[in-house]
């Protein structure tokens, strides 16, 4: 656990500097890059917050407009070797963090992960359900009040990484959003985390129903015509939410190759390690003990049947 005072200390000899989320950015990593911009430009250092892919949630784009939060993809800049990164919600060496040009000083997340001796700053606290609290640390560590949008991201940002407190949260977590309830806009909060799908993704949940593969409390769908990423783990959390199912794999085909959401209700099947173990060879994967995520980069090495099997053969030693 780190002091936000070093990371001050160190951005305020840096010239240009970039806040980036991980790819296809989510609520929580929005959130935490705005909430740090804040409290930054609050202490007279300016930033800009970048990301690569697309933002893909229409609730994640009403919150942006409703909050004025200003972030871009990282192409709109000229950035160069003598820039300075912050990385939230995300470590250095993950598959999912676009290399840009630049120099990654810091890096903040609440996956699990290694520190790297080459930062300057690294706080990674794998404890916490998600990054926004890290970053209301920082403010509670300089006796700092977030503004309105900014408590309201960051309260907006907890709901969704946790999944309405129950996976991955943690003690400090709730006590954050308690503390974050008196200053957000709890109307807005809550209207974002309910309104998260649209009519247009019914036929997603159609296909999934009528295609998915169900063995040994383990469902299994792949997505042949697409579908996107974060809708994928929303239709993850539904399937695991059915009583007889503990560990579900998605898949999807899209730009990028083959990406794959996995849930996991069973402490034998930790899902971070079930889809390295499943991408062992041909692709890569990481997450938390409950919700991970990996991509296969070549569709080449993609065999449906071949993934199946793997992931049942995981069910089975976990029964």
Request: with cysteine; net charge neutral.
């Amino acid at each position: 656990m780190q002091s936000v005072k070093k990371l001050i200390k160190i951005l305020k000899n840096k010239n240009r500097i970039f806040i980036q989320t991980h790819n296809y950015p989510d609520h929580d990593a929005v959130a935490s890059a705005f909430a740090l911009q804040y409290l930054l430009r609050n202490l007279k250092i300016e930033t800009k917050i970048i990301y690569h892919g697309d933002i893909l949630r229409d609730s994640l784009q009403k919150m942006n407009e409703r909050l004025k939060i200003d972030i871009l993809p990282h192409y709109k800049y000229k950035m160069n070797g003598e820039d300075s990164i912050v990385l939230v919600d995300s470590n250095k060496k993950n598959k999912n963090v676009a290399e840009l040009k630049g120099n990654v000083v810091a890096v903040i997340d609440h996956h699990p992960g290694e520190s790297f001796e080459d930062l300057e700053f690294c706080d990674i606290r794998s404890n916490y359900g998600a990054c926004a609290t890290i970053i209301f640390s920082y403010f509670a560590e300089l006796k700092m009040e977030p503004s309105a949008e900014v408590a309201t991201a960051l309260h907006t940002a907890i709901n969704f990484d946790t999944h309405q407190f129950t996976r991955n949260v943690s003690p400090i977590d709730i006590e954050t959003v308690a503390m974050l309830y008196r200053v957000s806009d709890v109307t807005l909060v809550n209207s974002l985390v309910r309104n998260s799908i649209k009519i247009d993704d019914f036929k997603y949940y159609r296909y999934l129903i009528d295609n998915i593969r169900i063995e040994n409390n383990f469902a299994y769908c792949h997505f042949t015509q697409g579908c996107n990423k974060d809708l994928l783990a929303i239709l993850a959390d539904y399937i695991l939410s059915v009583e007889e199912i503990k560990f579900v794999l998605l898949s999807t085909q899209s730009s990028e190759g083959i990406s794959f959401c996995v849930r996991s209700e069973n402490p034998k099947i930790p899902a971070n390690t079930a889809i390295q173990t499943i991408l062992q060879g041909i692709g890569s994967g990481g997450g938390h003990i409950d919700m991970a995520g990996g991509r296969i980069p070549e569709t080449k090495d993609f065999n449906q049947e071949k993934i199946f099997k793997k992931c049942l053969s995981i069910a089975k030693s976990g029964s």
